[in-house]
């Protein structure tokens, strides 16, 4: 946990019972309302005065790694826990921050005698030290000297530092060491800056939560409340992250309700209700409910009823039951009523043949989690757009958690009962376990589908990408890079696309749409691979004007590069400061939530960014719903 010396810094878990944050002596009352109920204190008087639903773990002295010996002496600890044995506000007692071992090669045993000291005078109480786990292969090789030493271990690497990425994969060396050692840890998230370190950004305290949750660990710990004259409560994107997984582990504390009530729609009720195009004339819906049939038809007379049948994958994200029902033989570009069960007359429309309208939002999230996501749904909502294209990281419920799945399908119905939902692929989709492409692949029927090679084995195989005719436009969208061959595949068959494009009259512009940026100034750097392959599709087609994408939590747009122009569009419900560089090409970048607006003719692409709801980490002022930035392709 000590800052001290070239190391780098934390991460931790998933709805642990114990979360304990550092340094919060300062305002008990504040970290215990955000949702920390193990809370750092000196004594069992502090202890006896935290707020209710919390207890502490006492700090009682440190290894001194200069001298090798305890700073306190056993006799006095004996005098210091006489009165605290039994004391139900104490959980534990915290005996030492980062001991070397290759400087004092008798720590461990040291450590193992004094946790043997403090449970034979407080039994139930538990014992704690921090592991140092930035100094590399240092770190990993002590693992198994601290094995038993004390209850538990907490493992502290800080994974952001200053003018860098964060380094996850660090975290994911240290969790693997400890599990090969047998410790039983608390992950420790960093949330703090100095020295080395700076703040992280909610995304990437969000991805840290979520590598500890997957792992084995018993609690986790913040670090810190205040440290280096810093303060987490100056960081209020940040402390909403953590307080909304304090607040999930709380409600993961208590008795479950059955799914049955939680999870599952009511009866007769459906929700998630969201369809997409698979061509011309044809359109698939999905819902989640016990509604089993959708009616429809050109009047409110329903002329035809389908049965809906069980997705292949099946989402998992809730009980369900999950209903899918494809629609055929319908006229293009056509409008009809319908209604699913006994539920209320909607619209919906086959892919438009004329001039129309389509917006696009990317790396979104659930309202519950990102406040800026249910602005955005209603804003598209206000557009009436023909379709949207979500441009991965749809739901954050590898972060977020299963609930957060649901609640970003249910969010979109602000308008997908009336405009086709037709997505990309995000990373947050697929490249962690706590959520994976059944939850999604299993949603949506993607048009004219095509496998990727290196696809996640959990949602496999097809629906990685495809692509569709709007109008004038025709629209492909790429996989994620699940392997060194992904793009080169997909690059073949786009090329396959493209040229027939070109030699389609009724085609005038050719768009495509992914969630990695070919170009980026922003938290994500462009893609090298995949932009060498959209500019070599730039200058061999000419109708190939543009390309959207997110990853990236801002807005940017370029000028023609290689006749085409990239747009960012990742800041549907969050923003990743900071930018990361310039490029004389980039000719608009906000730090600001917004989506896209396009309106298309025979003769234009007219491309506007709406602005969004205003957050903390705004590089640019707005006003919700006006125009950021527009161009005309």
């Given at each position: 946990?000590?800052?001290?010396?070239?190391?780098?810094?934390?991460?931790?878990?998933?709805?642990?019972?114990?979360?304990?944050?550092?340094?919060?002596?300062?305002?008990?009352?504040?970290?215990?309302?955000?949702?920390?109920?193990?809370?750092?204190?000196?004594?069992?008087?502090?202890?006896?005065?935290?707020?209710?639903?919390?207890?502490?773990?006492?700090w009682v002295g440190d290894y001194d790694n200069s001298t090798c010996r305890w700073e306190v002496s056993d006799a006095e600890l004996r005098q210091r826990l006489a009165g605290a044995a039994g004391d139900p506000r104490i959980a534990g007692f915290y005996v030492s921050d980062e001991p070397d071992p290759y400087a004092c090669p008798r720590a461990p045993a040291q450590h193992r005698a004094r946790s043997a000291l403090i449970h034979s005078l407080a039994p139930k109480a538990f014992t704690f030290m921090v592991v140092d786990s930035n100094s590399g292969a240092q770190t990993l090789s002590q693992m198994r000297l601290w094995a038993h030493a004390t209850t538990f271990a907490g493992l502290d690497p800080y994974p952001c530092r200053v003018g860098k990425p964060c380094d996850y994969g660090?975290?994911?060396?240290?969790?693997?060491?400890?599990?090969?050692?047998?410790?039983?840890?608390?992950?420790?998230?960093?949330?703090?800056?100095?020295?080395?370190?700076?703040?992280?950004?909610?995304?990437?305290?969000?991805?840290?939560?979520?590598?500890?949750?997957?792992?084995?660990?018993?609690?986790?710990?913040?670090?810190?409340?205040?440290?280096?004259?810093?303060?987490?409560?100056?960081?209020?994107?940040?402390?909403?992250?953590?307080?909304?997984?304090?607040?999930?582990?709380?409600?993961?504390?208590?008795?479950?309700?059955?799914?049955?009530?939680?999870?599952?729609?009511?009866?007769?009720?459906?929700?998630?209700?969201?369809?997409?195009?698979?061509?011309?004339?044809?359109?698939?819906?999905?819902w989640r409910g016990s509604a089993a049939a959708i009616r429809y038809g050109r009047t409110r007379r329903y002329a035809k009823t389908v049965t809906a049948h069980a997705p292949s994958p099946l989402p998992f994200s809730s009980r369900g039951p999950f209903r899918e029902a494809r629609l055929t033989g319908l006229a293009p570009g056509a409008t009809y009523h319908y209604a699913i069960g006994?539920?209320?007359?909607?619209?919906?429309?086959?892919?438009?043949?004329?001039?129309?309208?389509?917006?696009?939002?990317?790396?979104?999230?659930?309202?519950?989690d990102f406040s800026p996501a249910g602005v955005t749904q209603r804003q598209i909502a206000a557009d009436r757009p023909r379709f949207v294209l979500g441009v991965g990281d749809l739901t954050y419920g590898n972060a977020e958690g299963q609930p957060s799945v649901d609640r970003h399908f249910d969010d979109v119905m602000a308008w997908s009962r009336t405009a086709a939902y037709?997505?990309?692929?995000?990373?947050?989709?697929?490249?962690?376990?706590?959520?994976?492409?059944?939850?999604?692949?299993?949603?949506?029927?993607?048009?004219?589908?095509?496998?990727?090679?290196?696809?996640?084995?959990?949602?496999?195989?097809?629906?990685?990408?495809?692509?569709?005719?709007?109008?004038?436009?025709?629209?492909?969208?790429?996989?994620?890079?699940?392997?060194?061959?992904?793009?080169?595949?997909w690059q073949a068959k786009a090329a396959k696309l493209m040229a027939a494009a070109e030699r389609d009259p009724r085609i005038r512009f050719i768009v495509t749409f992914g969630h990695r940026p070919a170009y980026s100034t922003g938290y994500h750097h462009g893609e090298e691979q995949l932009a060498s392959i959209l500019d070599a599709f730039g200058d061999r087609y000419p109708k190939y004007v543009l390309n959207l994408n997110g990853h990236s939590h801002d807005y940017e747009r370029f000028r023609p590069i290689h006749h085409v122009v990239h747009i960012t569009a990742g800041s549907a419900g969050s923003l990743e400061t900071p930018w990361q560089g310039a490029d004389s090409r980039s000719a608009f970048r906000a730090m600001h939530t917004a989506h896209l607006r396009i309106d298309v003719t025979r003769a234009a692409l007219h491309v506007v960014a709406i602005c969004g709801a205003a957050t903390g980490d705004d590089d640019t002022t707005c006003a919700p719903g006006s125009v950021l930035d527009s161009t005309t392709i």
């Open positions: 946990m000590s800052t001290g010396g070239a190391r780098p810094a934390a991460s931790p878990s998933r709805a642990p019972a114990y979360r304990y944050i550092v340094d919060s002596g300062s305002d008990q009352a504040a970290a215990a309302k955000h949702g920390w109920n193990l809370l750092d204190v000196s004594s069992k008087e502090e202890a006896d005065a935290l707020p209710r639903g919390t207890r502490g773990l006492v660090w975290i994911d060396a240290v969790i693997r060491a400890a599990d090969r050692a047998g410790l039983r840890y608390f992950g420790v998230v960093q949330a703090f800056t100095g020295e080395a370190w700076r703040w992280p950004t909610p995304a990437e305290e969000r991805h840290m939560l979520a590598q500890w949750s997957a792992s084995r660990q018993a609690g986790y710990m913040t670090f810190a409340w205040r440290w280096g004259g810093h303060d987490l409560a100056s960081r209020p994107a940040l402390l909403a992250v953590l307080d909304r997984f304090n607040r999930t582990a709380a409600r993961a504390g208590q008795p479950a309700p059955s799914r049955s009530a939680s999870h599952a729609s009511p009866a007769g009720a459906v929700d998630e209700v969201h369809y997409t195009y698979i061509s011309s004339t044809s359109v698939v819906f999905d006994g539920g209320p007359d909607r619209i919906f429309s086959t892919a438009p043949t004329g001039d129309f309208r389509f917006d696009v939002e990317g790396d979104i999230g659930a309202a519950a037709m997505p990309a692929w995000g990373n947050h989709e697929w490249d962690e376990p706590t959520d994976d492409l059944r939850n999604y692949k299993g949603r949506f029927a993607i048009p004219h589908p095509s496998a990727s090679p290196g696809a996640p084995s959990r949602g496999c195989c097809g629906e990685d990408w495809g692509w569709f005719d709007a109008g004038s436009v025709r629209f492909i969208s790429y996989p994620e890079p699940y392997a060194d061959a992904t793009w080169r595949a």
